[in-house]
């Protein structure tokens, strides 16, 4: 994306999340914020229940890093002029704001085109940009987690309620990285035909794509899928469910097509009678047999520890996976060989703070970024390189258009 540039008018974490990972790939984001607030989520100091450092930010630094920040109130004139200078530039311009902010204050789609015909115009909402609800705002804890059903699909019927959302910007990161591959196939386009394209991702849709298996099932039934409770392993195939270790870890057998692994598996879970066993030693038979197949690798699983079986299974040649937290996976062995963490620079001037990289690799190399921005951090920088002199500048913050 080296060359490409993209003016981002957006806060929270989805359609920012879109910048961090064009930014990511060598695109220049230049992010708008207001010039005393900056992006409202600056101010959030409660994340899942937890104490945030404003310095040490992971609900900006995630969604921001590889940016560059500039103050602008567009709901000023001298803002707007601004704002279309930059917008002259662009070849994308990014937003999740509402259509009645986007008129109000300028920024909509044709307003933007007036200035450049040849922009690629994003747009990140809760509920698309069409319908009745195409004004309606809300949040991944709305619109991704709870109207989609996939919270719904999530929580046990058991429950007998509902489960919150345990994971905070969730839908935005699936939902941010669905508008940058957009984008990149509508700046292919253009290159291709010199047409220009609008583009639209909600976060509705993302929910809905993420779990489409579930919903085209759902669709051809009328039946919905839900989780189960962790001691309800009703599964038709033994080697697919979650079993306790003796200390209260979990292992999870996801040998979806058993054939050809049956002895292998039953060697390593300490079983190895069972693959003579007529009730076990074919798929059939291994699946009429289920329930008695459970109860023995359970209790095979729950003589022993979850590290133990962690480092035990990592020569089977079936699938499973150690049941781990977000916290563990930092330290996973495979996550760190595969660069999925990275150190950047710290806007307190602290240790490095550490973020997930963009999942995308290529060539097998780690991507690089930078720590997100402070607010309005490099309004003259920008301003200075669009042109506009010094005394413009002055004018600007004066008037209270720039920060």
């Known amino acids: 994306m080296q060359g490409v540039r993209v003016l981002e008018v957006a806060q929270f974490t989805f359609v920012p999340a879109a910048g961090a990972i064009l930014a990511d790939w060598g695109a220049d984001v230049i992010k708008v914020e207001h010039p005393l607030r900056g992006d409202t989520q600056r101010g959030f100091i409660n994340m899942g229940g937890f104490q945030l450092d404003p310095d040490r930010h992971p609900l900006i630094e995630h969604p921001n890093r590889g940016k560059r920040s500039v ?12 704002l279309y200078e930059i917008a002259k530039t662009a070849d994308v311009f990014l937003t999740n704001y509402l259509p009645a902010q986007r008129q109000k ?8 085109r007036a200035v450049n015909p040849s922009i690629i115009y994003a747009r990140g909402s809760a509920y698309g940009d069409k319908g009745p609800e195409r004004d309606t705002g809300g949040f991944d804890g709305t619109a991704f987690w709870t109207r989609s059903g996939v919270g719904h699909a999530l929580t046990p019927e058991a429950i007998n309620g509902a489960l919150s959302q345990g994971i905070p910007a969730f839908g935005d990161s699936i939902g941010g990285m669905n508008i940058a591959g957009g984008i990149s196939a509508a700046l292919f386009h253009r290159e291709r035909t010199g047409e220009t394209c609008e583009i639209d991702v909600s976060l509705l849709s993302t929910a809905w794509w993420a779990a489409g298996a579930s919903v085209t099932q759902g669709m051809e039934t009328g039946e919905t899928m839900r989780s189960l409770m962790p001691d309800d392993i009703t599964s038709v195939n033994p080697f697919m469910a979650n079993y306790r270790t003796s200390d209260g870890g979990t292992i999870n057998l996801c040998i979806v097509s058993p054939t050809g692994y049956i002895r292998d598996a039953f060697e390593h879970l300490g079983l190895p009678e069972l693959a003579d066993d007529p009730r076990f030693s074919d798929v059939l038979p291994l699946i009429e047999n289920a329930s008695e197949g459970v109860e023995l690798i359970a209790k095979a699983i729950g003589s022993k520890p979850f590290e133990y079986w962690r480092q035990h299974l990592k020569t089977m040649k079936g699938q499973w996976a150690p049941f781990q937290s977000l916290v563990d996976l930092a330290t996973d062995d495979q996550a760190v060989a595969n660069d999925m963490i990275v150190e950047v620079e710290a806007a307190d001037g602290g240790k490095p703070f550490k973020v997930v990289r963009g999942p995308v690799q290529f060539n097998h190399e780690p991507l690089e970024t930078t720590r997100a921005p402070q607010a309005s951090e490099h309004t003259e920088i920008v301003l200075m390189e669009l042109g506009i002199d010094w005394d413009r500048i002055e004018e600007l913050k004066d008037s209270g258009a720039i920060a």
């Open 105 to 112: 204050n300028k920024f909509d789609v044709e307003h933007i």
């Open 71 to 82: 103050g602008i109130d567009v709901s000023t004139p001298g803002g707007q002029e601004v």
